[in-house]
């Protein structure tokens, strides 16, 4: 069984200031981990993932992830945030195999960047 | 990107009433689907594996009797709620899963039920 943890409820920032969200996670197996983001009445969407590879991780609007396996980490990441980052973040897990879309999920973490 | 659609997006029924929400994959095949829920400020809990022209999988401690779910065609996934009760009150999440054992998944926009 897998547990997440994300240590922040709330993170509250000002527009163009470095924002880190964390996640720590538990897993007796080896796991692959997501960041997901939610805006406001609308569904989830995939932020990043890690597989396998490169235990630094990016996507396309500048948020960047790092797996650490001896802390059990994958903390999200952005030098600097914009107000349509607003949103709420998902950290989740899986497992492999067949149950690869098992997510479990952290308890979310609501990010408010303020001019 | 691929979209996966619910409906309805938000239902109120009457205690003791049925309630089903669709899951629907409209660009891509999706063998396999999963229904989370979420209570509020609470993490989304994955209820069932949703396979197609199989019956579900259901997680530890999810009434199978309670929440069917049917997946009868690799577009289209449903789930049930029989004999509501408030406390069945919740956002319902379906995902489905494109491609193979790392097949992107997509998330549906939610379907928040409210028994009175």
């Known amino acids: 069984a897998q547990s997440v943890t994300q240590l922040d409820s709330q993170v509250p920032v000002f527009e163009e200031a470095p924002v880190e969200l964390r996640c720590n996670y538990s897993?007796?197996?080896?796991?692959?981990l997501f960041w997901y983001v939610q805006y406001p009445n609308q569904g989830l969407q995939l932020l990043l993932k890690y597989l396998s590879g490169s235990t630094l991780v990016e996507s396309i609007n500048g948020f960047e992830a790092e797996f650490n396996k001896s802390q059990t980490s994958f903390h999200l990441r952005k030098p600097s945030v914009h107000i349509s980052d607003t949103a709420e973040y998902f950290c989740?897990?899986?497992?492999?195999?067949?149950?690869?879309?098992?997510?479990?999920f952290g308890q979310g973490t609501i990010l408010t960047v303020h001019p | 990107g691929a979209v996966v659609s619910q409906h309805p997006s938000w239902v109120i029924c009457k205690s003791g009433t049925s309630v089903k929400i669709e899951c629907r994959s409209l660009?891509?095949?999706?063998?396999?689907m999963f229904w989370y829920r979420q209570f509020p400020k609470q993490s989304l809990m994955l209820m069932a594996t949703s396979n197609e022209g199989s019956k579900a999988t259901y997680e530890q401690g999810v009434e199978k009797d309670k929440f069917l779910i049917n997946h009868a065609s690799l577009t289209l996934s449903t789930l049930t709620v029989t004999s509501a009760h408030p406390e069945d009150s919740s956002f319902y999440i379906c995902s489905g899963q494109r491609g193979g054992n790392t097949g992107e998944l997509f998330f549906g926009e939610g379907s928040r039920l409210t028994v009175l």
């Open positions: 897993s007796s197996v080896s796991v692959y």
């Open positions: 660009d891509f095949q999706a063998t396999t």
């Open positions: 989740a897990v899986s497992a492999g195999g067949t149950s690869y879309g098992k997510l479990t």
